[in-house]
């Protein structure tokens, strides 16, 4: 088992910047890949980014390209989420989760709120 913890949502105006953190435990030595996932009111939950363990690769959605960044800190076994240049069209809650060989995302965490105000 994995367990994920999300900090460091809350509100910010247009153009501000945000950095969620996600604090992984239990298994961790199982786990290929770390992504961040949101979803908006009255939407499907989306993919945000990603981060390979095995060779560092990052993947991004368009939408966030440019100005997400996603990063790890091996030592603390945590990922972040790097956010600038935020827009209103950024709100939602924002997931963190854990893939293990399958290639799945098998677990999550319970969720930060993100509010971009203009």
């Known amino acids: 088992q994995v367990q994920l913890v999300e900090s460091g949502g809350g509100l910010v105006q247009a153009g501000g910047s945000l950095r969620l953190s996600c604090a992984a435990s239990g298994r961790t030595f199982s786990t290929y890949t770390m992504g961040w996932f949101r979803q908006a009111p009255g939407k499907e939950r989306a993919f945000v980014a990603s981060f390979r363990w095995s060779d560092s690769s990052t993947y991004y959605a368009d939408s966030v390209k440019g100005r997400f960044t996603i990063s790890r800190d091996n030592a603390k076994n945590t990922v972040y989420l790097q956010m600038n240049s935020l827009k209103p069209e950024d709100t939602a809650v924002y997931y963190c989760?854990?893939?293990?060989?399958?290639?799945?995302?098998?677990?999550w965490g319970q969720g930060t709120q993100v509010t971009v105000s203009l």
């Open positions: 989760a854990a893939a293990g060989s399958s290639k799945i995302y098998d677990y």
